[in-house]
């Protein structure tokens, strides 16, 4: 399995203020990478980084060929905004030149009906939400899709939901995702790869094997109980 992305030394500093530090790891096509870590670890940090979005110091290197995708954590939509999912997709599917059945396409990757897309913006749940920003992100058919918490807002039915639509759609299009959550359960049951970030790599590999309970108390602090689920 060939290397799709390599990341050496690694520093991004905003100001006098360093917020990751000499980060290196490197992950494998088709795996599943999950970033860990408490709030202002640097976890978005990375992933924005890892997007070209900020300046950083190091080496990010992408596999020739690599087509990035990106669900954000939030996007602020006004209710009483006019514009429903099929114009969002819409005005994305123009810009790229794709075809017409495009949206079609991601919309049934998704599971977001004929009727869903004609709701406005504003008016969706929570989960239907989420499925839009991934329909959004798999347009133009991406390789790589980075997930900043995408199940941040939802309870914890929904949140189920759309973990396991991501791995449903890593499996259908051979997708590398990077994924950034906050439930070690779901690290356990998806991820191939965990990275525990707190401004510095703490541990990076298979979850069954790094996570071990000293790391987990450095990454955290003692005071934290940790379960494990087992799946």
């Keep these: 399995m060939s290397s799709i992305l390599s990341v050496k030394n690694l520093t991004v500093s905003f100001g006098d203020k360093r917020v990751l530090q000499d980060l290196s790891f490197e992950l494998k ?12 670890s640097g976890k978005t940090v990375l992933l924005k980084a890892l997007l070209n979005a900020l300046h950083y110091h190091g080496e990010i290197r992408w596999a020739e060929g690599v087509k990035l995708g990106y669900v954000p954590q939030k996007i602020e939509a006004d209710i009483h905004l006019p514009l429903t999912i099929k114009d969002l997709l819409t005005a994305k599917a123009r810009v790229m030149n794709l075809k017409r059945n495009a949206i079609e396409t991601v919309a049934e990757s998704v599971d ?3 009727e869903v897309l004609k709701t406005p913006i504003g008016h969706l749940s929570g989960g239907q939400f989420q499925k839009t920003l991934i329909a959004f992100a798999l347009l133009g058919e991406p390789n790589v899709i980075l997930f900043d918490e995408p199940t941040a807002s939802l309870d914890l039915p929904r949140e189920e939901q759309v973990y396991e639509l991501i ?8 997708l590398t995702v990077i994924l950034v959550s ?4 779901l690290v356990y049951r998806y991820a191939s790869k965990v990275l525990c970030l707190n401004r510095r790599g703490l541990c990076f590999g298979a979850p069954s094997e790094v996570l071990t309970l000293k790391v987990l108390q450095e990454l955290y602090g003692r005071e934290h109980k940790y379960y494990k689920h087992d799946h």
């Design 112 to 114: 977001l009906s004929p």
């Design 182 to 185: 906050h439930d070690l359960s």
């Design 29 to 40: 096509q088709g795996e599943n990478l999950t970033i860990i870590g408490p709030n202002g």
């Design 167 to 174: 791995h449903r759609l890593q499996e259908k299009y051979g």
